[in-house]
């Protein structure tokens, strides 16, 4: 017997899992390693290069030792902010086994709709802070997003409150790790700040001690050039990232609404004011996830092929059922007037198909008030053929099916009565 799987060994996204499912990444988790060496080889080249050095410029109470210390120390805390930003959920959202059938409805041809073709909408409505809010289907997960949710093309999940993919990170962020993704882009940038100073004062020392001017003080420590260049570039991506997030948060906004609405003259439902705003980010309970990853997952219950609901009791004049019943009475007279006719001709025409529709015999139904059987309906004619149409999520019955079900009893009659009455075949 095999063993049952766990949450992330059946996961449809595209994340990848690490101790059995207690760390969870984005695909491109590899990204990791350039991110982890941006931050850690400046760090250690300043501690090995710089910091011994200014040791002895700050005496007093071996003050000198605190620069280094600081640095290292600023090292791991924005290391370990990016792991808890890289290797947790972001707000994913789970799938769904099928679509939601209570939004099911039958297709009207007054409203533009096929005729008892199975739809639901789109895009529905929702209502947030007293207004209205459209909220879209998602097809690959089956659900209707809520509210300032988006799906991840990258991660194949729809993520709550998403904000944006990050690549430096290898993770979507969302409501559950942007206020430690923000935690980690302003302490990169204290960080960047914090190194670009010392390297600048060391180079001013330089110049006092006997390197008059500002190239013989480089040359004389090379490392401190590369250094101020490095976190002046560094600063431009990270402290220009901390700024534009930190509008962001001032007006309740995410980077895919930023972007997406800027051009529309719409209202931020989401603005609850500047100190409210930061208040509900930095605050606020994170939310637990979803998702237990190390739990064993449940075998996937599939829906019917086409599965009507409540609705088929309430089916309108004309609908589906209707169609049925109507085909099997027209096969049901088309067998009394084959009784009477010659049937010599219906053999010839079915040719070899009479030993293998003869199987089906065995199971058939007595018609009441004839000698003649029919096969049971119930049991043999079924919808075989359905689609589901996900753009326009509608399913969709091919033409032909209840057109050959009916065929299907008709034929099958007419090798019942050929059995029931050999020798009147013969005659004939």
């Not at 992330?8 to 994340?15: I, L, Q």
């Not at 529905?124 to 802070?129: A, G, T």
Request: aromatic content about 12%; glycine content about 6%.
């Amino acid at each position: 017997m095999a063993r049952p799987q766990r949450v992330y060994e059946a996961w449809k996204g595209n994340n990848k899992f690490l101790f059995g499912g207690r760390l969870i990444f984005g695909p491109d988790a590899k990204s990791l390693i350039l991110s982890v060496s941006l931050i850690v080889v400046p760090v250690l080249v300043f501690c090995a290069f710089v910091a011994r050095h200014l040791r002895h410029h700050f005496p007093a109470y071996n003050a000198g030792y605190a620069i280094p210390a600081v640095a290292l120390v600023f090292m791991i805390y924005v290391l370990v902010l990016l792991l808890i930003t890289s290797a947790q959920d972001p707000g994913i959202v789970p799938r769904a086994a099928h679509p939601p059938e209570e939004e099911f409805s039958y297709g009207n041809a007054l409203s533009g709709g096929t005729p008892g073709r199975l739809q639901f909408p789109r895009v529905k409505e929702v209502m947030v802070n007293g207004m209205l809010v459209k909220v879209k289907y998602c097809d690959t997960c089956m659900i209707y997003r809520p509210p300032r949710c988006s799906h991840c093309s990258i991660c194949n999940n729809c993520v709550e409150r998403f904000d944006h993919h990050c690549p430096w990170v290898g993770q979507c962020i969302g409501e559950r790790n942007y206020r430690y993704f923000f935690m980690f882009v302003s302490s990169s940038t204290l960080l960047c700040i914090y190194v670009f100073a010392m390297s600048a004062l060391y180079i001013k020392f330089l110049m006092d001690e006997g390197y008059p001017t500002v190239w013989k003080a480089f040359k004389h420590s090379p490392a401190s050039l590369g250094l101020l260049i490095y976190c002046f570039i560094a600063l431009w991506f990270v402290g220009g990232l901390t700024g534009f997030h930190l509008y962001l948060i001032s007006t309740n906004q995410t980077t895919y609404e930023n972007f997406r609405y800027r051009s529309d003259s719409r209202p931020n439902i989401y603005n609850q004011g500047c100190l409210n705003n930061f208040l509900e980010v930095f605050c606020s309970k994170t939310k637990p996830s979803k998702h237990k990853f190390r739990a064993y997952a449940q075998e996937e219950v599939r829906p019917p092929t086409v599965s009507f609901g409540r609705e088929v009791e309430e089916e309108p004049v004309g609908g589906p059922r209707s169609k049925v019943e109507d085909d099997l009475e027209i096969g049901s007279d088309l067998l009394k007037i084959s009784q009477r006719r010659n049937y010599e001709d219906v053999h010839v025409e079915m040719g070899g198909r009479c030993s293998n529709e003869m199987e089906g015999i065995a199971s058939a139904k007595p018609v009441t008030g004839s000698e003649s059987y029919i096969p049971a309906v119930g049991s043999d004619v079924r919808v075989r053929h359905s689609s589901w149409d996900r753009r326009s999520g509608n399913w969709d019955m091919s033409s032909d099916v209840l057109t050959r079900s009916s065929s299907d009893v008709i034929e099958r009659s007419v090798f019942a009565t050929e059995a029931a009455h050999p020798s009147q075949a013969e005659t004939h």
